[in-house]
């Protein structure tokens, strides 16, 4: 009845951006991402008899409150498909992701909940069932079931049965780099989910933003296969500014981009100027990451590191998928 | 043969952005705009007999190439409109239009020159008749043969006859302020023309930013005729960051913003938020202009000189339209 597993974060060259069901997570576009080996969670999940609820530590902290109730409800539906509805569970977490990086630790945190989880209370699961498990818990997390370049299906389903993450190439098929950069102030921020539904239904952009993906998708694809740099960075950078984009059309208009995150995208957009392909994309939230090719780490770790208002830069390179630990 | 004209810039508070014929000059969607009081030009032309060729003066100096060619060009068309083709002529422009601050000083240049023109070489002109000319010179230029709130109606016919501005309220109507924020470095930027063009022609949003203006219309002028402050200063707002919104999904994307840009947006949505009615609005560039009413003058003025890289505040009121002089 207990068992750990270990996930790693992810970050989205083609942004999921938009739920079509709030409830069971279920995308309104196909979404793409790079697992990334630098940053995860490791979860441990052990089912007790003399439990009467869950316990969840967080870095060896009893957590109390929304974080506790989404973890709860999360093995609610765990325990509904072992027909184990009065089974508690003690979860131990541990998060290696910097949140002034920027990254949701929600989805490797809850890649790696639901393989210790599942394990735990005896489920035998496919990779798929698991990203399909995973996806209710955070949508993005369902991507990090797999290493590498992943792809995670929207689906048409209203039960999401059809909405899962599939692998497109795995970590070793190419070291490009990912530099999570690290502000020095992290203001308030809109949260990704209220920003999300907010473009959802209010923005006058956000039905030409679905309908762009299909064609960033198949050449994003196609670059990735050829390992074509220019042309992985580049769609993934008009991407993440096209997601931007929607929520300055948003009713009311907001942006998650503070002063150094423009400071930031002008320097990348001057290293690549200078020659050196370098490209950018940004999440729901201030943080830019820097894509680059391993010859170029010095480089551009060094560009990034001497711009004012950034602290530090940390680097990954393609990660693998859950594991059992 | 000899006559002098004032003109006033003005702000467009629903955004003149993109073109549907690049010679006429002719927009894809109407727009809207305050004449401001605080940045003119003056212009005298003086035909002579003498010349061979036009000469131009800016600012007392004698102007060759580029900006030459656009001057002498559309005295051509005032040419065979008069039926005059070797009446040559010589003009002395000075711009009250601090460039540093962000304004098109061609606004106010077009406006100024086609009003002295036509005098000068015998031309009665209605003023429609002179905002059709004017539009031809510089587009946005056709909306300061008027004062106050000014509408640039786009037309619907190939020739360009029934695009033209159409006074909405005079400048006496409602006294707000217009606040340029002179930026202490202005960087390299895309050229207006250039950007507006890639817009059209590539931007996934560029359809949809068309679609939304006949809403923004209705309700702008609703507020100016009300002189409810909030409603105009917020569609203001949220049109300029859609506007704004469509260069980020440009191919290749780009945006006018600078860091400083960002700063001083967060600065207006703070005093926003202390209570102070303060919105902004941002033409091609990174400068920022802040709508606010005469009595929050002192605060506004002391929050923006208060953000790093803000060198200087210009204030303005509504102004009047082109006059002879």
């Not at 950078?237 to 995150?261: D, G, K």
């Amino acid at each position: 009845m207990k068992a750990a597993a270990k996930a790693h974060t992810n970050i989205a060259l083609i942004k999921y951006w938009g739920k079509r069901d709030e409830s069971l997570i279920l995308p309104m576009n196909n979404s793409l991402s790079l697992t990334l080996d630098g940053f995860y969670t490791t979860t441990s999940v052990e089912f007790r008899d003399n439990l009467t609820a869950d316990r969840f530590y967080l870095n060896d902290r009893l957590i109390e409150g929304v974080e506790y109730d989404r973890v709860t409800a999360f093995l609610d539906r765990i325990r509904t498909m072992a027909g184990k509805s009065d089974a508690f569970a003690e979860i131990h977490s541990t998060n290696y992701v910097p949140t002034a990086a920027g990254f949701a630790s929600s989805a490797s945190g809850f890649a790696a909940l639901a393989a210790a989880a599942a394990k735990a209370i005896g489920l035998t699961v496919s990779e798929q069932k698991l990203s399909i498990l995973t996806r209710q818990g955070s949508g993005s997390a369902c991507r990090s079931i797999y290493g590498g370049f992943v792809e995670w299906e929207k689906g048409i389903k209203a039960d999401g049965s059809d909405s899962y993450a599939v692998p497109i190439a795995p970590a070793d098929h190419w070291d490009i780099r990912v530099a999570a950069v690290v502000l020095s102030s992290a203001e308030k921020k809109i949260l990704s989910r209220e920003g999300m539904k907010r473009t959802v239904h209010t923005s006058a952009f956000y039905p030409a933003w679905v309908d762009s993906i299909p064609d960033d998708l198949a050449a994003l694809k196609d670059g990735i296969m050829k390992k074509d740099f220019e042309k992985v960075g580049g769609i993934a950078e008009a991407n993440c500014l096209r997601m931007h984009a929607t929520t300055l059309a948003a009713n009311p208009p907001f942006s998650y981009w503070q002063s150094t995150t423009l400071l930031i995208i002008q320097a990348v957009q001057g290293l690549r100027e200078s020659g050196i392909p370098v490209f950018f994309t940004i999440d729901a939230g201030p943080n830019v990451k820097v894509l680059y090719l391993p010859e170029h780490e010095e480089t551009v770790r060094n560009e990034l590191l001497n711009i004012t208002g950034v602290h530090d830069v940390k680097v990954s390179k393609p990660g693998q998928g859950v594991s059992y630990i």
